[in-house]
């Protein structure tokens, strides 16, 4: 008597391509060695910027505020990490044209899937990276220096620079998806950055920029700010982050790989 043989139907997940990438990029960025000397060199300049302003503090008897010395550091270790947000975003495509192009040509992928898979990825562990600096720096300065930060005031200014970086990040994704090398989409990169810092510092005072972010950082980490003002500018920044991401959705899909 012969046996029927039943066929399982197979379930493809659509979504394991975008898991698969993300997966990767993940690991991949974070054993990068431009990723390892973003934050060895953040976490060095923290602790001897701390424990000079500590010896300051008790050596020489001149009290050294902790917001306004925690300020002052987030603030050069915000810019300073721009070189290197910028090399790792923008090169999370250029860097990989020919894969892309053999995933993309052969149905492994989707484009949409590998854009938001690098640009998640990449978003990801730069966040996650600053926020633990930023953690550790805020409670560290609090103990070591004058204690006059507020627990709000630093989740307010913690949240402002990951959003900012947040937009770096999504527009530097973007143009590295859409130029056609990493050095012309590093170059384009840095004078859209500036150029948009320069029209920002322009703008009345009632809109968020990030001259404001810089300005009132201290205030910010001891209490003194506007609750409605500083979600503004949170949300500006992640408005820009997805406007950048959403053109480099469109273009990526048009482009020639």
């Excluded at 040509?105 to 854009?115: D, V």
């Excluded at 770096?168 to 973007?174: C, F, P, S, Y």
Aim: proline share 3%.
């Amino acid at each position: 008597m012969d046996a029927t043989a039943t066929r399982t139907p197979i379930r493809f997940n659509r979504l394991l391509p975008y898991w698969a990438v993300l997966q990767t990029d993940l690991r991949q960025t974070a054993h990068s060695w431009v990723f390892r000397l973003w934050v060895l060199l953040s976490l060095l300049s923290a602790a001897g910027y701390g424990l000079y302003k500590y010896g300051i503090h008790h050596e020489a008897g001149i009290v050294q505020s902790a917001s306004m010395q925690t300020g002052d550091l987030l603030r050069g270790v915000a810019v300073a990490s721009l070189a290197f947000v910028a090399l790792l975003s923008v090169s999370a495509v250029s860097s990989e044209r020919s894969t892309v192009a053999d995933a993309v040509l052969c149905r492994g992928i989707s484009r949409y899937q590998y854009f938001m898979a690098k640009w998640h990825a990449r978003t990801a562990v730069v966040l996650a990276a600053f926020a633990v600096l930023s953690a550790i720096v805020l409670t560290g300065y609090h103990y070591l220096l004058d204690p006059d930060l507020t627990f709000g005031g630093g989740v307010a200014a913690t949240a402002i620079a990951l959003a900012a970086l947040a937009c770096v990040i999504a527009w530097g994704v973007t143009i590295g998806a859409l130029a056609n090398g990493t050095v012309i989409a590093i170059t384009i990169f840095w004078m859209l950055l500036y150029g948009t810092i320069l029209l920002c510092s322009f703008l009345p005072d009632p809109f968020p920029s990030p001259t404001y972010v810089m300005t009132q950082m201290r205030s910010i980490l001891k209490g003194n700010y506007d609750e409605y003002r500083v979600g503004r500018v949170v949300a500006g920044f992640l408005i820009a982050a997805a406007v950048g991401a959403t053109v480099g959705l469109v273009g990526f899909r048009r482009k020639d790989v």
